[in-house]
């Protein structure tokens, strides 16, 4: 079955570093992936997806994405953090049939100041 | 223009009541979902439903009745409630085939069971 691993549970950045979040899908064909963000008491916001083409991809927010199937990984990266972007997020991976959205266990990124 | 949009957004209920969510989504998609969200931020698929049909039931509760009556809504009763209940729930919609596929997930509904 598809299944995706976000091996960081909490990551800290100080303010104007960049990020990267892991993220490792488990899929036998093309997958095709998506990156989720949830500010807290708020609801599921796109930031980008991945279905074939260009393996970098490019999101709202600044934030983009880089598809390496030779790594099994969809990772997100953003070149300068914002404190706004204080939030959780989520890898998610469509399962075969396109029946459902498969998430990670999510990654709760921190901004110091 | 909200494109899902769930009702309530917060619910305070006590065990052993039953209660309802509802779910709409204005954009012509064609199959909807409900996630439940845990307490470590969990997301897991309940139901799925493709044109009023359920196709996906993720081995929950019988307590647990989703109803659809058109591809637009899809509603979630919850019969005699537990404290394990407690949760977000999402709707979402989806319509595969589309050069915009993608999943739109409603604000989410904070159940609390007392």
């Known amino acids: 079955a598809q299944s995706v691993t976000q091996p960081d549970i909490h990551i800290t950045v100080s303010e104007g570093a960049s990020l990267e979040l892991r993220c490792n899908y488990s899929y036998g064909a093309t997958p095709y992936l998506f990156w989720y963000v949830q500010s807290p008491g708020q609801g599921l916001q796109l930031l980008l997806k991945?279905?074939?083409?260009?393996?970098l991809v490019q999101g709202i927010k600044g934030f983009e994405a880089e598809f390496k199937r030779s790594q099994s990984s969809f990772n997100l990266r953003k070149p300068s953090v914002h404190w706004s972007d204080a939030a959780e997020y989520f890898c998610a991976v469509v399962n075969t049939g396109f029946q459902k959205l498969v998430f990670g266990t999510g990654t709760r990124l921190l901004v110091s100041p | 223009d909200t494109a899902v949009s769930q009702t309530p957004k917060y619910l305070v209920t006590q065990m052993g009541n039953d209660k309802s969510i509802k779910c709409e989504q204005n954009?012509?998609?064609?199959?909807m979902y409900w996630y439940k969200q845990d307490s470590k931020k969990f997301l897991k698929i309940m139901f799925s439903?493709?044109?009023?049909?359920?196709?996906i039931n993720e081995t929950v509760p019988n307590r647990f009745s989703p109803k659809s009556p058109d591809k637009a809504h899809l509603n979630l009763h919850i019969n005699s409630l537990e404290l394990g209940d407690s949760a977000v729930y999402f709707c979402a919609s989806s319509q595969a085939g589309s050069e915009n596929y993608g999943y739109t997930f409603g604000s989410g509904t904070r159940l609390t069971v007392v």
């Open positions: 991945y279905f074939s083409g260009d393996t």
């Open positions: 439903y493709n044109n009023k049909e359920l196709i």
């Open positions: 954009l012509g998609h064609d199959t």
